[in-house]
């Protein structure tokens, strides 16, 4: 049974940082595709990074530059290091996981496992 539990959401103002947590149960060692995604109200759900087993990392624009992806495999935990917000990187954020895609894992792939999200809310 896959288990995914994020953490680290929280209120901060315009230019600060947060860095969001997923703890990963239940899944293979260097679990091969891994990634975050947001969701703001009214919208679709959105992919932000995600992060193959051998450390390889794929960002959305928005997300470049700003937002750091990385796993560490020995806890199964991936993490969301988020720099320089904005008030339209408030949503619920959202981690997921493919334990069998290797070759096409991005942020438009479709994952199998979820977690429950956080919420990050970025205030001007």
């Known amino acids: 049974q896959v288990h995914l539990v994020e953490s680290g959401g929280d209120s901060v103002q315009a230019g600060g940082s947060l860095r969001l947590s997923c703890a990963a149960f239940?899944?293979?060692?260097?679990?091969?595709?891994m990634g975050w995604f947001r969701q703001a109200p009214g919208k679709e759900r959105e992919g932000v990074a995600v992060?193959?087993?051998?450390?390889?990392?794929m960002y959305v624009d928005s997300a470049q530059y700003r937002f750091t992806i990385s796993k560490d495999n020995a806890e199964n935990t991936l993490y969301l290091q988020m720099n320089s917000l904005k008030p339209e990187d408030t949503a619920m954020y959202y981690c997921?996981?493919?334990?069998?895609?290797?070759?096409?894992?991005?942020?438009?792939?479709?994952?199998?496992?979820w977690g429950q999200g956080t919420q990050v809310t970025v205030s001007s």
């Open positions: 239940g899944l293979a060692y260097g679990s091969n595709c």
């Open positions: 992060i193959r087993s051998d450390g390889t990392t």
């Open positions: 997921a996981a493919d334990p069998s895609r290797w070759y096409d894992c991005s942020p438009k792939a479709e994952f199998p496992f």
